[in-house]
């Protein structure tokens, strides 16, 4: 992908210490607050145990080196992307587009929705409305999970978490929460409901892939293919086998890699936000 000229001002570096580290009570509190976080396909298990497991504070404070401050950037510039391109959008459909925040940060550090930590792979928090993100995860997508790392797979990431964020804006994501507190539906079912969600986002990070690019020109060949093989690397079935090494489909919170792979494809294909109701379509 082409860089592009601008930059967000609404990310926040935690990397280096300073503002990071700090720990937020566990138990009960975290346990409520997993139920309102969404992953990339990381482990949501880690925030629950984050109470005990994190050892402390980040005290040490450094420069970043030149390399971190490159991938900053970077960030910063995927960011005023989505930034822009949601604010078009949303304008297209009558609504007001309000930014979400980004925070890059190292190892472990506080969010809106309890202790964030390196192990659960990039999230967004709908209590501050921010992004998290350490970008270890990236080895890791790497190494354990099979994919294929450019900058566009680090675009899609984003892409899919600022999809989270335009659900929380457009209401969705308070929808889902009622459905959880209800307490009328079972695990499966909720975990339908999760699936619908996470694809959702997938479709949002399509869409933002095809938007952007026709205002931008910065896709290059293979962009969307490493797209494709980072949604993949993230599918449900990829991740369980992997890491336990079969398959339980009832589990599934994210969807399949064929059916993250598809949903990307149909919001970059089509253009149109009207075509992302994966409630309708999988729900039926
Ligand atoms: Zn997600």
Redesign the pocket.
Known sequence: MKWTEDRSGNVEDRRGGGAGGGLLGGGLVSLIIAAVV???GGDPSAILSSGSTSSGFQTEQRELTAQEQQVGEFISMLTVENEQTWDAIFKQNGMQYQPAKVVLFTDVTQSGCGTAQAAMGPF?CPVDQAVYMDMSFFNELESRFGAQVTEFSVAYVLA??MG?HVQNLLGTLGETEKLRRSGNYSETEMNKVSVAT?LQ?DFYAGLWSRYTDQREKFLEPGDIEAAINAAEAVGDDNIMNRSQGYVNQESFT?GSSAQRKEWFLKGYNSGDIRQGNTFDQLLR
Request: hydrophobic content about 40%; glycine content about 0%.
């Open positions: 969404f992953f990339l967004y899919h978490e989270h996470e986002a994210h």
